[in-house]
């Protein structure tokens, strides 16, 4: 009997990739990996419909690896849509530690020099492993590594990590894919699969100069490497971070930044800071009040109007994700005692605006109002999995009723005036509602316009979204006295959540 037949078959799976990328000796002597790409990234939950995914930027970087240790030293420039600004920063992870010094913001392009916090660094040094397999093959060759293989997929599992499952290209042992299953508010469970293409030589190993990032089998990134060089040296100084840069996270948010990595990455490249700081209350105790009847709910970046109708409560926005909403249900449901939360309007399909909405529908009894376009979009939402990240939902799977807006709809408030829905045109999202209240005389909306604490200057809203907000105000003959918004407004020193309407229309260019 040869030694081959009786080694357990990931053995003979690991050697088979390890040798094609150049064999144990060149795989163990690389010290560290450094990699110069261009590409893109785009973002799936955002754009006008679900199934056409905006572009988040153009991105160029050189990244440079320990091949075995959790560091990197990462310098990175990208054109940013959402909000147009150009990145151009420097980031240093080690261990639990990070630091930035540069432009990594699109609200505020000011450059920076700051520690960063853990659950950041581990978002980035889990997703510098899916791009990697001479990393993924370091962790393979280590003594300890927790693998199995069934079929022709061997998964390794890493402590506090979704399982990877790894493939190889059958003709030459190559690392085909790898598959995590990720959570993607507010879909839940995902296939995250990462394809490698174009290996050619590296020094002494072969490695992919091609990389894209599928989720759900949409194409979200793509990068293709103009050099990989590896060393048999690392630098330690080149990867160090002052020992006072320890920015510890919770451990729910470094858990997060390992299950939802890619997800957090498409903000990341987006210059999106606050979307990955895990957030889990609103700023105030208890709702605000805005009018008669009507409340409130303000959030560190996302806010949630609350309306007392004659037998219930109707909310408009479930933001963010579970970790957020439940906190902001509990102001919700105080908000009109004795009145039970049975309507949910969710003004348009990006998914800060309605990743809490398995949350409030884990109420029972909920109906969601959304735009006709997107109705199917919000039907998967209570159909998919949450086996990664369980929520409230999945362990109350209850019926939740989704209905479509297609032009418009009134329902009665306890103030004896209406809640009215219209959808509008605009350039955000085809889906798009604004709520209006006929008695209040206040109108919610989100993305088209942020209201500002003072006077705005002209034409300084969201460029044509705004102005398409105004006009589709005026051609409704709506009698509106007060704009507020699902995101605050600043003019650089406080925040608002309600202007004045004639602040939306200096901003509209008016
Ligand atoms: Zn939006």
Redesign the pocket.
Known sequence: MSTEDTLPRYTEFVDRLVSALGGAAAVSAAATETTVADGWRHHPG?GTLPSEPESSAEFSYTLRQDTVAPRYRLALKAKTHLVPAQLDYVETGNGSRGHVDGVDFMFDTRPVNTPIASWRVATRQRHNDLISPLRIARKLLAPEADVSVDDAVLTLREVGRPPLRITLDPATGLPATFAVTEEHSPLGDVLVEVWFGDYREAGVLTLPHHVTITIDGVTVHDEVRSSIEISDRADDGEFAVAESAVQDGSAGQVAYAHYSTEWIMTYVLAGVRFYFDLQVAPVTPEAVDLAEGVKLVIGPSHNTMVVEMPDHTLAVEAPLYDEYTHAALAQVKAAFPGKPLRTVVGT?F?Y??IGGLREFAAEGGITVLVGEPTVPFFERIFDGQHTVDPDRFSGNPVPVTVRGVADSLALPMADGGNVELYRITND??EDMLIVYLSKAKLVFE??LWNPTPVEPAPNSGRGRVTTQLYEAIVKLGLDVETVVGGHNGTDGKTLAHAAPFSYLKIAAGY
Do not use: A, G, Q
Request: aromatic letters at 12%; glycine letters at 0%; a negative charge.
């Open positions: 955002w348009h990006h800060d605006h955000h999202t989100s993305d």
